[in-house]
């Protein structure tokens, strides 16, 4: 009996490591087994990734536990979290990479008490930052129905070749959440086209994913 109870302490503690490693630091309690929510009532497609995955599943607990604590020194934080929840299910999905990255960013911001973001433009996947909407139009000048785009003031833009609702029932001066979902990989050299961010906002409440140029590097 006590050589058995050894290797189940053993295989508890391993398994424990795994996921403090996982989520950056350690967690105790169910937060090391459950998501922020109920997975029975999981619905999107995000909320079904999380829950079919026990890293991302401990990942989001923790983050969970450290808005709850962020939320009590902080209440206005609960407008910025909101904004980050739709960045997150619009930019990610199901993608599992890109929610572990956002999800570790997130997690690090919250433990790190900043009563909000940095204004500077994202330069690391998974980072965000507080801005505001600087410009928004047609994707061709005067040219209404050639699809939408937005500019922030700290230098994000996004565009798209189709009309996304949230980006034209946004205006001049409405504050943004700002996420870096993406780069693109082996552009030559001064091509930097081809990020793609993740936006909510904060006025509306609508949110977009888009790429902040028409073609990727290296393209036309």
């Not at 295989?11 to 490591?17: H, K, N, Y």
Request: with cysteine; charged share 15%.
């Amino acid at each position: 009996m006590r050589a058995r109870s050894w290797v189940l302490v053993s295989t508890a503690l391993a398994v424990g490591a795994i996921v403090a490693a996982a989520t950056g630091g350690s967690i105790g309690g169910s937060q090391a087994r459950a998501a922020s929510f109920d997975c029975a009532r999981a619905a999107t497609a995000t909320e079904l990734a999380i829950c079919a995955n026990a890293t991302l599943s401990a990942l989001d607990g923790a983050l969970g536990l450290a808005y709850d604590q962020q939320l009590a020194l902080n209440p206005s934080i609960k407008q910025i979290e909101r904004g980050w929840l739709k960045v997150r299910n619009v930019g990610c999905g199901r993608d599992v990479g890109c929610l572990t990255s956002l999800s570790r960013a997130q997690l690090a911001w919250l433990r790190s008490g900043a009563p909000r973001f940095s204004g500077a433009l994202p330069t690391r996947v998974g980072l965000c930052s507080l801005t505001t909407i600087r410009l928004v139009g047609p994707r061709l000048e005067n040219t209404p129905g050639s699809g939408s785009e937005v500019a922030e003031v700290n230098g994000a833009y996004q565009v798209s070749y189709d009309q996304i609702p949230a980006m034209d029932a946004s205006r001049p001066g409405d504050p943004a959440l700002v996420c870096l979902i993406s780069v693109p990989r082996g552009c030559p050299p001064g091509d930097g086209r081809g990020r793609v961010y993740g936006v909510a906002n904060l006025r509306t409440p609508g949110a977009w994913s888009e790429p902040d140029s028409e073609h990727e590097c290296g393209g036309a």
